[in-house]
C-alpha cells in the first residue's frame, strides 16, 4: 500500500512543540506564518544538497539530516542572525522509511540544540536531492555582511582550517592514521550560530567558509572593494592537516578545500579586545586588491581557488 506523504510528513517531520515565538503557524496549511518583530529584519537563505554532487550515495541518512541543516544554519551564522525557522523539501527516489527515520533523527536533533522549528515544505519524487530555506532574526541594520571590510582590519577565523577537506579526500581512498576527526568534520560540521551572534557588533564583514578560504574571503574582498594577505603559518591546522602537508606537499589544499563551514571575519584594530570568542588572527586587509599568501618569507598571489559548480 503506497505511503501517503502527509503521514510521512507527520511521522518523521511534526514537531510536537513550537521552539519560537515567531512562528505563529507551522505544518498543515498551505504557508507557515510568522510574525516579524518591529525592531528586527528577515535573513533568509536556501542550499540544496544533490547525491553525487555534494555527498556518496550511500551516505548515513542521519549525518545527511544534520549537514543538510548545519550548512543552512552555517549562513545564517555570517550574518550574525539567530535562527528560527526553516522548510525542508525532499526529492526522494523511493520512500524507504528506515532512511526517512535516520534523516529526521539528524535534522531534528539540530534544530532543537538551537530552538529551530521545521514550519513547512514538499516531498516529491526522482534523484535525491535534499533543500533547505532557513530563516532568522538580526537587528535592524547590524547585520553583517561582506562589504564591510576596511583596509587595516584584522582577519580572523573560527575553529580548524582543511580538516572537511581532508575527511572528503579520506572519503575518496587517503590513507590517514587516525580518519575519525576529519570524517567528523566532514559529515557533521557545527554551524557557528553564537559566535556570529557575539560578535555581530564588532566585526566589519563576515562569511561562513563553505567553498574553501580563498574563494569565500574573495567575496568579502570583491564586495569591499580591497585586498587581503593571509600569513600561512598563522593558519589553524591540524595535526592530521599538517600530517596531510608533509606527506603530500599540498600546502594550498587547506586554503582551497571546502565544507570547513566556520566564519571569517575582519575586525579594525582598536575593536580586537571585544571579541571574546575562541578564533586566529589568520591576515590583514589592504588596499592592494587580489589574495596573498605569505609563505617561507615570501608572498604571492594564489591562483587556484575553492570549490565552484560549473566549473
Not at 2 to 19: A, G, N
Not at 147 to 160: E, L
Not at 269 to 284: E, F, R
Request: charged share 25%; net charge neutral; with cysteine.
Amino acid at each position: 500500500m503506497p505511503v501517503s506523504e502527509f503521514r510521512l510528513i507527520d511521522k518523521y517531520f511534526t514537531q510536537k512543540i513550537k521552539k519560537s515565538a515567531v512562528n505563529r503557524k507551522g505544518i498543515g496549511d498551505d504557508c507557515a506564518l510568522m510574525l516579524i518583530p518591529a525592531e528586527y529584519e528577515l535573513a533568509v537563505t536556501v542550499d540544496t544538497m544533490v547525491e553525487g554532487v555534494h555527498f556518496f550515495a550511500g551516505t548515513d541518512p542521519k549525518l545527511l539530516g544534520h549537514k543538510l541543516l548545519a550548512v543552512n544554519l552555517s549562513d545564517l551564522a555570517a550574518m550574525g542572525a539567530k535562527p528560527t525557522s526553516v522548510t525542508l523539501a525532499l526529492t526522494l527516489p523511493e520512500v524507504n522509511e528506515n532512511w526517512l527515520k535516520g534523516f529526521s533523527e539528524g535534522f531534528l536533533s539540530l534544530a532543537n540544540q538551537f530552538s529551530v522549528d521545521l514550519i513547512g515544505g514538499d516531498t516529491s519524487s526522482g534523484k535525491l536531492t535534499l533543500t533547505v530555506q532557513a530563516m532568522g532574526m538580526v537587528p535592524k541594520g547590524r547585520a553583517m555582511l561582506r562589504s564591510g571590510a576596511k583596509i587595516g582590519d584584522y582577519i580572523f577565523m573560527t575553529g580548524w582550517l582543511g580538516d572537511a577537506g581532508l575527511g572528503l579526500k579520506i572519503e575518496k581512498g587517503f590513507n590517514c592514521s587516525s580518519p575519525n576527526s576529519a570524517l567528523k568534520q566532514f559529515h557533521r560540521p557545527f554551524p557557528r550560530v553564537n559566535e556570529g551572534l557575539a560578535i555581530m557588533a564588532h566585526s566589519n564583514a563576515c562569511i561562513d567558509i563553505s567553498d574553501g578560504l580563498a574563494s569565500d574571503l574573495e567575496h568579502i574582498l570583491k564586495q569591499s572593494h580591497v585586498g587581503a594577505r593571509i600569513d600561512w603559518d598563522k593558519l589553524p591546522l591540524s595535526k592530521m592537516v599538517r600530517s596531510y602537508i608533509e606527506k603530500t606537499g599540498d600546502w594550498q589544499m587547506p586554503l582551497t578545500a571546502g565544507d570547513d563551514y566556520e566564519l571569517c571575519f575582519t575586525v579594525a584594530p582598536d575593536k580586537i579586545h571585544l571579541i571574546k570568542i575562541d578564533c586566529t588572527q589568520i591576515g590583514v586587509v589592504e588596499e592592494e586588491t587580489g589574495f596573498r599568501v605569505q609563505r617561507l618569507g615570501k608572498t604571492k598571489e594564489l591562483g587556484v581557488k575553492g570549490f565552484e559548480h560549473f566549473s
